[in-house]
Nanobody, 119 residues
Framework: QVQLVESGGGLVQAGDSLRLSCAASGRTFSSYDMGWFRQAPGKERDFVAAITWSGGRTTYADSVKGRFTISRDKVANTVYLQMNSLTPEDTAVYYC????????????WGQGTQVTVSS
């Protein structure tokens, strides 16, 4: 099983950039893709972006297209989320997750990292 640990969150100003990291341990080769999700206070957890582990194909939520970039380093077993042009609406706890097929549920989750964007 894949174990996931997020890091890189913090407090930034609107317009700033931040890069989140998700360090994975275990059988990453068995993962279909890795995803980033976020949950703002009082809101449901929403999909942000995903990347297939093998081929690096990416998918983004409309709300972050053109601003966020997901990437992975297979040697380092790490997934990144580069976040640019941050707005207060991006404030949330960000989680990474893994799943094992394109239609499976994400069943392994990290502990989350807080991103706060001030205006």
């Amino acid at each position: 099983q894949v174990q996931l640990v997020e890091s890189g969150g913090g407090l930034v100003q609107a317009g700033d950039s931040l890069r989140l990291s998700c360090a994975a341990s275990g059988r990453t080769f068995s993962s279909y893709d890795m995803g980033w999700f976020r949950q703002a206070p009082g809101k449901e957890r929403d999909f942000v972006a995903a990347i297939t582990w093998s081929g690096g194909r990416t998918t983004y939520a409309d709300s972050v297209k053109g601003r966020f970039t997901i990437s992975r380093d297979k040697v380092a077993n790490t997934v990144y989320l580069q976040m640019n042009s941050l707005t207060p609406e991006d404030t949330a706890v960000y989680y990474c997750a893994s799943r094992y097929c394109s239609y499976c549920s994400y069943d392994k989750w990290g502990q989350g990292t807080q991103v706060t964007v001030s205006s």
